[in-house]
């Protein structure tokens, strides 16, 4: 495929206005989560933090098999 070629498939060119209403209110929601509820939100960050670092040392694990 050349430089100049269409692409067989649309791309998105972009988040729209529901898009970012959507993040914001996200983004409002997890403030209040922890202005009202600190301690939960750091031990939900915590317990998040800890299953994300079990995950890569999963995935570290798995591949270092293959390599072996």
Excluded: C, H, Y
Excluded at 10 to 37: C, Q, W
């Amino acid at each position: 495929m050349t430089k100049n070629q269409m692409m067989p498939f649309p791309m998105p060119k972009g988040g729209g206005a529901a898009k970012k209403v959507l993040g914001l209110l996200f983004l409002a929601a997890l403030v209040v989560l922890i202005v009202k509820r600190p301690v939960e939100s750091a031990q939900w960050a915590k317990d998040a933090w800890s299953i994300a670092m079990s995950a890569v040392d999963s995935v570290a694990s798995f591949l270092g098999g293959l390599m072996v």
